[in-house]
T-cell receptor
């Protein structure tokens, strides 16, 4: 247990569906991250939030919409996804001072049909 | 920003020390080296990090060469549960962990 939880752990959705991924951290951190890991590819940083404000969007398509209502919760809203969006989506948290260690959740395995 | 180079795969016998090398020849003076690992289909797990001195914690030891152009992660007594992909990372700016392909370490019984 890293103190970062993600739900659901597995998700299957159609291309016309709307779904949301949830991440919660119990570490008192003020920075939260979304990463994507496609099959056979390295992890890719998607979004960074510091103190609830988005500070990084790594050219992510608008069909992925993040939300950070407070420093403990992070959501990734999904709509009109494509099959190539199937991947493991990982959430992480840290303190926002730059060199702070990031702690990862277990991930949500997403399959888009 | 420094990039890292790691061997794609390594094998180690259970109970022996696993030594995982990493080259980061373009690292600058104030950049840290971080090691994470990812067990199959799980989230990455932080192992250790260092600047220029050798570091040790309950999981591993990190040996950084004097010129800081390379480092070695040492798992002193590898177990089957240490089978994972190990990532050597020099953060590419604040909060930017860039994961490469890492080293797939297999611990054999």
């Amino acid at each position: 247990e890293t103190g970062v939880t993600q739900t659901p752990r597995h998700l299957v959705m159609g291309m016309t569906n709307k779904k949301s991924l949830k991440c919660e951290q119990h570490l008192g951190h003020n920075a939260m991250y979304w990463y994507k890991q496609s099959a056979k590819k390295p992890l890719e940083l998607m979004f960074v939030y510091n103190f609830k404000e988005q500070t990084e969007n790594n050219s992510v398509p608008s069909r992925f919409s993040p939300e950070c209502p407070n420093s403990s919760h992070l959501f990734l809203h999904l709509h009109t996804l494509q099959p190539e969006d199937s991947a493991l989506y990982l959430c992480a948290s840290s303190q926002p001072q730059g060199r702070e260690t990031q702690y990862f959740g277990p991930g949500t395995r997403l399959l888009v049909l | 920003d420094a990039k890292t180079t790691q061997p794609p795969s390594m094998d180690c016998a259970e109970g022996r020390a696993a030594n995982l090398p990493c080259n980061h020849s373009t690292i600058s003076g104030n950049e840290y080296v971080y090691w994470y690992r990812q067990i199959h289909s799980q989230g990455p797990q932080y192992i250790i990090h260092g600047l220029k001195n050798n570091e040790t914690n309950e999981m591993a030891s990190l040996i950084i060469t004097e010129d800081r152009k390379s480092s070695t992660l040492i798992l002193p007594h590898a177990t089957l549960r240490d089978t994972a992909v190990y990532y050597c990372i020099v953060p590419q700016g604040a909060q930017k962990l860039v994961f490469g392909q890492g080293t797939r370490l297999t611990i054999n019984p």
